[in-house]
Every structure is written in C-alpha cells, then in structure tokens.
Antibody, heavy 119, light 111 residues
Framework: EEQLVESGGGLVQPGGSLRLSCAAS????????MYWVRQAPGKGLEWVSA????????FYADSVRGRFTISRDNAKNSLYLHMNSLRAEDTAVYYC????????????WGQGTTVTVSS | QSALTQPPSASGSPGQSVTISCTGT?????????VSWYQQHPGTAPKLLIS???KRPSGVPDRFSGSKSGNTASLTVSGLQAEDEADYYC???????????FGTGTKVTVL
C-alpha cells in the first residue's frame, strides 16, 4: 500500500525552527517529485515547496522562500521541510504529497502534521 | 502568487449536477493544460479527482468531469450524492517562477 506519513509538527515560538519529515512507503520514492502543501485553520490549501526526483529542481512559494528549505533522502525514502524564522501565519497542517510523473497533479497525500507558532 | 478564484459555495439536490468554476490568468490556468481538482472532506487530506484538465485517476467515479475554456476551468459533479458534500479545490501549474497555485476552494452542499 502506498503511504506517506508526516511527523515533526508541534508548538513552536515565533522565530523558532522546526523540521518536518515525510516517510514514504509502498512505491519507488526516488521516481517521484514531491511537494509540501499547508492549510491554515479554517482556510484553503497553499502550496509551499516542491522538489524534483533527484533534487535538481527546487521551488518555493514567496511566503516561505528564504525561511524554509526542502530536502529529500532517496535512500531513506524520506522528504523533509526545514522551517526557520517561523511566524504566526505559518500555523497550519502541513501535508506532503506525491506528484504524478510528468504532471503537476498530486495523487497521494499524507495525513498531515500540525504546526502551531505561538508564544 | 494570487490564488485562483472559485465561488465560496455551491449546492444541489441529490441526483442533480453542480459545476464549480476556477478562474485564473493566461499565466496559469489559461497557459497550461495542468489544472487539477481535489476533494477534501473535513479533517482529512485532499484527494485527487481530476488531473490535466479532464483526466480521471482510476477509482474516481465518472460523475466527476473537468473542462477548461480560456482562463477558466470547471469541475462538474453529476448525479450528486450525499458523500459528495465536501470542499473542492482547483490547482494549476503557474510557470517555473511560481510553479503551483491552488484555488480559493468551494464548499459543496448536498441539499
């Protein structure tokens, strides 16, 4: 069974840091581009970051560029999101998602991990 | 990176059809055939319904269909069922600088 499982969320003070992880199983992780998408409480979906299969191509939303870093370890079937200088507006459920090859459709999603930025 | 525009809500009775619009620009929806649609029930992760404007992944009922005209994409849900009550989001590729953008979301209510 294909599965994505996020972890690492929690409560952090403004200005703090956090690292999210996404463990993939049931498919060939190294063959897929991977995305991070977040959803603030009661709000819509917001694309955060994306990384190509071999990490050559990396993209960030303007709202997180310079503060967040996406990375992956294909040997460990894992995707990461390093978040620095966190702000209250970064409070959200963070999902990792898999992209359909040669497409920008996200066909497999994790259950999400919650990040709360508050003093 | 402006979100694509969707109506906040839509509704229909069981068996009826509802169509949700997703309006962008020539830099996203209108410029590429990379529109996707997602369904999200409360407290759960989004689920892919439509990719590349009108392609249905396996397992998605053919009651769900997608189309595009100019800068506006549409999702039609035919033969509404109670389980179709959910939030629906469109998304589009938006070029190598912006990459990806979601719509504002539409809450569908089955009356």
């Amino acid at each position: 069974e294909e599965q994505l499982v996020e972890s690492g969320g929690g409560l952090v003070q403004p200005g703090g840091s956090l690292r999210l992880s996404c463990a993939a199983s049931g498919f060939t992780f190294r063959s897929y581009s991977m995305y991070w998408v977040r959803q603030a409480p009661g709000k819509g979906l917001e694309w955060v970051s994306a990384m190509s299969e071999t990490s050559i191509y990396i993209f960030y939303a303007d709202s997180v560029r310079g503060r967040f870093t996406i990375s992956r370890d294909n040997a460990k079937n894992s995707l990461y999101l390093h978040m620095n200088s966190l702000r209250a507006e970064d409070t959200a459920v963070y999902y990792c998602a898999r992209a359909v090859p040669r497409s920008y459709a996200l066909d497999d999603w994790g259950q999400g991990t919650t990040v709360t930025v508050s003093s | 990176q402006s979100a694509l525009t969707q109506p906040p809500s839509a509704s229909g009775s069981p068996g009826q059809s509802v169509t949700i619009s997703c309006t962008g620009t020539s830099s996203d929806v209108g410029g590429y055939n990379s529109v996707s649609w997602y369904q999200q029930h409360p407290g759960t992760a989004p689920k892919l319904l439509i990719s590349e404007v009108s392609k249905r992944p396996s397992g998605v009922p053919d009651r769900f269909s997608g189309s595009k005209s100019g800068n506006t994409a549409s999702l039609t849900v035919s033969g509404l069922q109670a389980e179709d009550e959910a939030d629906y989001y469109c998304s589009s590729y938006a070029g190598s600088n912006v990459l990806y953008v979601f719509g504002t979301g539409t809450k569908v209510t089955v009356l």
